[in-house]
Nanobody, 114 residues
Framework: VQLQASGGGLVQAGESTRLSCVAS????????MYWYRQAPGKQRELVATITNGGGTDYADSVKGRFTISRDNAKNTVSLQMNSLKPEDTAVYYC?????????WGKGTLVTVSS
């Protein structure tokens, strides 16, 4: 399983950005997908979940601002991030589990300046 994330970069507070993660070597439509983030000096935290059936869940800190979606035809999961805040600054990782093994993308840095 390989996960390749893209997007992010430097954005101003209040602006939007979109992350994408392409999965390969996996039957993408059968697995749940997750976005995590890790801010400097903090533990990695779960930000958003999308199930193989399309159900979604979000951390309280991003509810109403972030939207996770998936395109099974393109093996892609995306995270639309709106109304960004400086506290959203972190390295964002896409993740999935297969047969009890966790797979992680390389991570993409999102920096939100005030």
């Amino acid at each position: 399983v390989q996960l390749q994330a893209s997007g992010g970069g430097l954005v101003q507070a209040g602006e939007s950005t979109r992350l994408s993660c392409v999965a390969s070597r996996i039957v993408f439509g059968t697995v749940n997908m997750y976005w995590y983030r890790q801010a400097p000096g903090k533990q990695r935290e779960l930000v958003a979940t999308i199930t193989n059936g399309g159900g979604t869940d979000y951390a309280d800190s991003v509810k109403g601002r972030f939207t996770i979606s998936r395109d099974n035809a393109k093996n892609t999961v995306s995270l639309q991030m709106n109304s960004l805040k400086p506290e959203d600054t972190a390295v964002y990782y896409c993740n999935t589990w297969l047969r009890g093994v966790a797979y992680w993308g390389k991570g993409t840095l999102v920096t939100v300046s005030s």
